[in-house]
């Protein structure tokens, strides 16, 4: 792997290499070897095809996308709202026919060159005004995208008066394309925007005796009602989710849980940190990728509650659902064993999916995110050592206090730590991986070609982008977050599905066919037959 990497380094400009070196990394072998540093979160080098979206498409697309019962209002050209228009497969359930659900409908102000000239804060106005005549939603909030930012409209105080004229909940988030290097600079944002202006909203006590919330699970292809599903029948109440099959209701009331589990760290542990900050609420990482990792993540709950009837209740619905996740997983077994896999997804899939990669028995031989910091790839012990450069600065760092009437200590330090578990940390991705295996942090489009070349993965896992040339390359091909129209992949079922996708595409003679006859025998042949 050495070799591949230095001769994939050979043929970049010097800076462009020595740049790449530092996010390119072969695991090193070896019992007891440290994590190696790796580069992440910087700027990509221009013109080297990223997987990579923009800051956005993080704050709009990813965290508030799949919440149905706010208008979001994108402040921008016609093309970036479409971009927000569903393309992320966030499903959603109202819970009757007549609860609001804007998710269908894609709200812009279809800036036009007079906005960008004379400024769009009027035309942003009246959107805000149409949206409410035509839906009288509870709560609106607007995004700003790149040409709003360099014109200067200033979405906030638009915000504030429409809120003072309308008497609903109406604000906005300052996150221009251009902000950040990374979709992640728009998680951050967002993750701020609501702990500001909805968390905390609705003090009532909802749900029973463990309540919890969700963070980080966004409901692609229908996982959130696996996670829901099982949640339930183990006596776990669900208090909001962020942000899959979420309402803006949810989240006001978020703070009355006791628990917040973090499932994708990378865009949301903010929250979680804030929270505990100013409501006293502990969180811990878990993972309902993959179904030995559910199994442990719903016992880590238990563990959490301290109580017998829960916990027993846990090992119940365990006990229930892994004879068919077992059966499914030994018919699936013999026909993955041994195949390699590789996987390069946003900030934190291409650690969860190898969970169900190796219940298939299958090796991971290369994985990276696009936008992920430090702390995804080397563990949360690094964060102090995260040196912060400008663009960090850029995006806000709120400071938040106690809150004087609302903060609630649910256990001591001592408590929480008396049982074992461990609170407010995840490892990083570099320690699971195999020794001799390539973690690689923005990948380009160029290395992804010479991975394929040098490594014949039997599935790649990747995105929209990166889709059609791995699989012209003739190896099968995987969509992490879309899940190619399948799924969900969460939870029990979910492992279910997934072990039958990957043995159906890991076993299809179709990939062998894709390099027409003409490419591999250019002559043509004949014989002569004498009459
Ligand atoms: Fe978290 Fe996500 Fe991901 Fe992400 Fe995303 Fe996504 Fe993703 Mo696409 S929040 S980091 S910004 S798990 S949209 S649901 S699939 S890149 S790995
Ligand atoms: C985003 C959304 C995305 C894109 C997926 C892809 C998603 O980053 O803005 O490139 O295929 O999951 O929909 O990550």
């Not at 812009?108 to 804060?121: C, H, L, P």
């Not at 609106?140 to 309308?166: N, Q």
């Not at 006791?258 to 900050?277: F, G, Q």
Request: charged share 25%; with cysteine.
């Amino acid at each position: 792997l050495d070799k591949v990497r230095s001769e994939i380094l050979s043929k970049y400009p010097t800076k462009v290499a020595r740049k790449r070196a530092k996010q390119i990394l072969v695991k090193p072998g070896g019992a007891g070897t440290d994590i190696p540093e790796i580069g992440a979160n910087v700027r990509t080098v221009p013109g080297i095809l990223t997987q990579r979206g923009c800051c956005y498409a993080g704050c709009k697309g990813v965290i508030l996308g799949p919440t149905r019962d706010v208008i979001n209002i994108v402040h921008g050209p016609i093309g970036c709202g479409f971009y927000a228009w569903l393309t992320r497969r966030n499903q959603t359930r109202p819970a009757s026919d007549d609860s609001p659900n804007y998710m269908p409908y894609c709200f812009s102000t279809d800036m036009q060159d007079e906005n960008i000239v004379f400024g769009g804060e009027k035309k942003l106005k009246q959107a805000i005004q149409e949206a409410y005549d035509i839906f009288h939603p509870q709560t609106i909030s607007v995004f700003s995208t790149c040409p709003v930012g360099l014109i200067g409209d200033d979405i906030h105080s638009v915000c504030r008066e429409m809120k003072e004229t309308l008497g609903i909940n109406i604000f906005g988030f300052s996150c221009e394309g251009y902000k950040g290097v990374s979709q992640s600079a728009g998680h951050h944002i967002a993750n701020n925007g609501i702990f500001q202006h909805v968390v905390g909203l609705d003090d009532t006590i909802r749900g029973g005796e463990f309540r919890i919330n969700l963070l980080g699970e966004y409901n692609i292809g229908g996982d959130a009602f696996e996670i829901e599903r099982i949640l339930d029948e183990c006596g776990i109440s669900l208090i909001s989710t962020f942000s899959g099959n979420s309402t803006m209701e949810q989240f006001a009331n978020s703070h009355t849980a006791d628990l917040n589990v973090v499932m994708c760290h990378r865009s949301i542990t903010y929250m979680a940190e804030m929270m505990e900050k100013k409501y006293g609420m502990p969180w811990i990482k878990i993972n309902f990728i993959g179904a030995r990792a559910t199994a442990q993540s719903l016992r880590k709950i238990a563990q959490y509650f301290e109580d017998d009837s829960l916990t027993a209740r846990v090992e119940e619905v365990i006990a229930r659902e892994m004879p068919a996740v077992n059966e499914a997983m030994e018919a699936n077994r013999p026909l993955c064993e041994g195949k390699l896999a590789m996987l390069f997804v946003g900030g934190s899939r291409a650690h969860h999916y190898q969970e169900l990669f190796s219940e298939l028995g299958m090796k991971t031989m290369a994985a990276g995110y696009e936008f992920a910091h430090r702390d995804d790839y080397e563990g949360r012990q690094v964060l102090s050592s995260i040196k912060v450069d400008a663009d960090s600065r850029n995006i806000e760092e709120l400071s938040v206090e106690q809150d004087p009437d609302k903060y609630r200590l649910r256990k001591t330090e001592e408590e929480l730590t008396s049982t074992g578990q461990i609170y407010r940390e995840y490892d990083g991705l570099i320690a699971d991986m195999k020794p001799n295996t390539f973690v690689i942090d923005d990948i380009s489009q160029y290395e992804t070609e010479k991975l394929i070349e040098a490594i014949k993965p039997d599935v790649f896992c990747a995105g929209i982008k990166e889709k059609y040339i791995i699989q012209k390359s003739g190896v099968p091909m995987k969509q992490l977050h879309s899940y190619d129209y399948g799924g969900p992949y969460a939870g029990f079922k979910g492992a279910i599905n997934f072990y039958r996708e990957i043995a159906r595409m890991t076993n299809s003679k179709v990939w062998s066919y894709v390099k027409a006859p003409w490419e591999k025998e250019p002559e043509l042949t004949a014989t002569y037959a004498a009459a």
